[in-house]
Each structure stands twice: as C-alpha cells, then as structure tokens.
C-alpha cells in the first residue's frame, strides 16, 4: 500500500479517530486484559505465510482499532491469514511483533485482525 493510499484511507474515514478512551465493557467479556480504543495509522512489515510463491516481506501502512495489554486490533486492505507475522511500527518505536490470530472482511475492500503480540526469548 502507498502512502496515497493511505492517506485515501484516513482522509474517508474521518469518524474511524473520533472514538477514544476505554471500549464499552460487555456483560459476557471473557478477555484477559481490558481493550482501549486506539485509532492511528502504522507502518507495518508483513510476511508472507510459508509455502507463499513470494517469500518477500511487504512494507505497508494500516490503521490500528483498538490495543490491550495482550493484543492490538489492525484494519487493513487485503486479508490476512491465522498464524501469519507482522512487524507493527507504533508511533516510531521499534517493531512490535505480532500474530495474527483472526482475520474477517469488515467493508468491500477492507479487513479486520486481531493479532497478539509475541514475546521473543531473550
């Protein structure tokens, strides 16, 4: 994804920023660790799945929906798949790694994920 691209995305979704602070608490929540709204645009390096023709990692921006302790939420314009890798670049730090652990179209041309950040053994 180009960064015009991008931009296209920020600049239709304007309402997308406009949530902040804790999400609505659900009676039935089973998670771990709370979520917080946390709309912003990353820089992002995707690997491929194995077994992939292009074993090349792509350099990408998404936007993030929410984040807990355990996990962040990305939106992002081509699938995703379980298992799959991604360097999420937040707010210039180093690269978060993460897992994607689901992945389901939300609008025609884009894509929800919910990844879980990975611990790498020191």
């Not at 979520?35 to 995707?46: M, T, V």
């Not at 999420?88 to 950040?117: H, M, S």
């Amino acid at each position: 994804m180009s960064p015009s691209a991008a931009i296209s995305i920020l600049e239709s979704d304007h309402e997308f920023f406009e949530l902040t602070g804790p999400l609505p608490t659900i009676w039935n929540d089973n998670r771990r660790f709370p979520r917080f709204y946390f709309r912003s645009c990353a820089e992002a390096i995707i690997y491929p799945l194995r077994g992939d023709q292009n074993p090349t990692p792509a350099q990408c921006f998404l936007l993030t929906r929410d984040l807990s302790r355990a996990g962040i939420g990305l939106v992002h314009c081509q699938q995703l798949f379980p298992g799959q890798r991604v360097d999420v670049l937040l707010n210039g730090e180093a690269p978060r790694q993460v897992e994607v652990i689901w992945c389901r179209r939300w609008t025609d041309k884009r894509y929800l994920a919910g990844c879980r950040f990975i611990t790498i053994p020191a």
